[in-house]
């Protein structure tokens, strides 16, 4: 059976604009500014990316609060700005022309370019390529296994069909895993930035037409994100530190030292226990030690 994506809409997805949970940003962005001008004050001879930033404060505020701010700041002239291209002529021949990232910088700053190079480098030696798909499947096959050692069953990878539903978009589920009789249909995310906003609505649907409950495991999400994973059934495990692959160890040191990114090389089990207390819970199973 073919699905109309429309169908079974969750009235709480319904909304107009980038997002309809997001509070009234003023006051939000005021207070941003004001720790970001503090920030840079504090750091005249560095200079750092729009999502670099926004990495560094995301324990105060959400990403596009951040971004919302330096671009005000910018705007007037409090930080200096400009776009650089992330990928070089050989890498543009996969189709990726256009891709940039903004860098912003003190203004009492003047040698920032190269800097802001060096990090260009950096960036596109973990994001682009082959290794930025490293990443995505390295944490996939990190909570394959520890999701199957605390008692879940894989079921499906890259799932676009479940229980004779086809979900007619192209879009997948990550994975599909079941453990006393329930299946979540899952999406797995080892990135810096938040999942789309879209994207999350869409595997919310998915996993509705499918018969399945929502699980998002990512580095890092808002909390308001969490809540609708919740209102919907479903599960947002955030998990922090970017994991990278074994080997790659001093890599993650070097993005840690020179970026501020939160990475780390060892296994996910850790992580999986706060849904594992929460699938008992919903089961209304004694909590497991």
């Known amino acids: 059976m073919l699905c109309d994506p429309q169908t079974s809409y969750l009235d709480h997805l319904r909304f107009v604009g980038p997002d309809p949970y997001e509070p009234p940003d003023d006051e939000a962005v005021l207070s941003a500014r004001a720790v970001l ?4 004050d504090a750091r005249p001879e560095a200079v750092f990316y729009e ?29 200096s700005t400009t776009k650089l291209p992330l990928l070089d002529a050989e890498d543009t021949k996969g189709g990726e022309e256009g891709t940039e990232i903004r860098f912003y910088w003190h203004p009492k700053m003047r040698s920032w370019k190269r800097k802001a190079l060096r990090t260009v480098r950096l960036v596109r030696e973990i994001g682009a390529g082959k290794f ?9 096959s990190q909570f394959d296994a520890a999701l199957a050692g605390v008692g879940f069953t894989w079921k499906g990878r890259d799932v676009r069909e479940w229980n004779g539903v086809i979900w007619p978009t192209g879009r997948e589920l990550d994975r599909v895993y079941a453990r006393d009789a329930v299946e979540y249909g899952a999406e797995i995310k080892n990135t ?21 409950r929502p ?32 080997g790659q160890e001093r890599l993650a040191a070097r993005v840690t030292s020179e970026l501020g990114y939160p990475t780390a090389t060892e296994p996910a089990t850790r992580h999986v226990r706060r849904f594992v207390d929460w699938h008992i819970a919903k089961m209304g199973q004694p909590k497991t030690m």
């Open 215 to 246: 699980l998002v495991i990512a580095r890092s999400l808002p909390k308001h994100y969490v809540n609708i994973l919740y209102e919907a059934g479903g599960y947002g495990l955030i998990f922090g530190q970017q994991l990278y692959p074994y």
């Open 132 to 140: 930025g798909k490293a990443l995505g499947a390295h944490a996939e």
């Open 192 to 212: 810096l930035g938040y999942i789309p906003k879209g994207e999350l609505d869409e595997k919310i649907r998915m996993c509705r037409a499918f018969g399945l």
């Open 51 to 79: 999502q670099q930033v926004a990495v560094h404060l995301e324990s105060r505020f959400f990403h596009w609060i951040t971004k919302r701010a330096l671009e005000s700041l910018a705007e007037e002239g409090r930080l």
């Open 37 to 40: 001008r503090a920030f840079f």
